[in-house]
């Protein structure tokens, strides 16, 4: 069976500083896909990343990038200069196809203050 | 870019009625559209992987009989909360994913449904 954890359940921090949120997952496939997903208050996910079994490189996305360690089974993500634009939940997933049934993490509750 | 539309954002009924959910793809067609429900302060969870022109899959827990998903076409899925009632007050958002290609999940708004 597959799942994901989150372990931090609110992380809060102040304008400028780093915050990394952690990704632990399980599953007995060798082809499988993560991602994370930012919902703002509003509700809506907005998408950030995914990433194949198969791609342990780590990526930057401006002030966003992921550390994907196969060795652990993590998938850690880390914002950089956080903003107060930032504070949102984040989520962590898990699929072992592409097409879309995910697994997710409990979550992790952001809340970057000026 | 691929979108997915979901109406209404909101709604709110009262219990014993029945609540349509619309799940729509803009520019591109998905075989395949998935329902999430999402409680209060906690993750989201699957319901049910809807399939055009053919029954959904639901997961197990999911009564089949109170959310009906029906997928008539390529680009609509519709999942009907009938006979609603205060514990189905949650936030359900749908999903699509273009076929064939090494494309994101787009996920729609979300409707967040209240029963009174």
């Known amino acids: 069976a597959q799942k994901v954890t989150q372990a931090q359940t609110e992380i809060s921090v102040v304008e400028k500083e780093d915050v990394t949120l952690d990704c632990v997952y399980e599953?007995?496939?060798?082809?499988?896909?993560l991602f994370w997903y930012k919902q703002p208050p509003s509700g809506e996910l907005v998408f950030l990343i995914r990433r194949n079994s198969f791609d342990e490189q780590n990526e930057i996305s401006g002030r966003y990038s992921w550390n994907f360690q196969k060795s652990t089974s993590s998938f850690n993500f880390t914002i950089t200069a956080s903003q107060v634009v930032d504070s949102a939940v984040y989520f962590c997933?898990?699929?072992?196809?592409?097409?879309?049934?995910?697994?997710f993490g409990a979550g992790t509750q952001v809340v970057v203050t000026p | 870019g691929a979108v997915v539309s979901q109406h209404p954002s909101w709604v709110i009924c009262k219990s014993g009625t029945s609540v349509k959910i619309e799940c729509r793809s803009l520019d591109f067609q998905a075989t395949t559209m998935f329902w999430y429900r999402q409680f209060p302060k906690q993750s989201l969870m699957l319901m049910a992987t809807?399939?055009?022109?053919?029954?959904?899959?639901?997961e197990q827990g999911v009564e089949k009989d109170k959310f009906l998903i029906n997928h008539a076409s390529l680009t609509l899925s519709t999942l009907t909360v009938t006979s609603a009632h205060p514990e189905d007050s949650s936030f359900y958002i749908c999903s699509a994913h273009v076929q064939g290609r090494n494309s994101p999940l787009h996920f729609g708004n979300g409707t967040r449904l209240t029963v009174t």
């Open positions: 809807s399939n055009e022109g053919s029954k959904a899959t639901y």
């Open positions: 599953t007995r496939d060798t082809t499988y896909y």
């Open positions: 997933a898990l699929s072992d196809d592409s097409w879309g049934k995910l697994q």
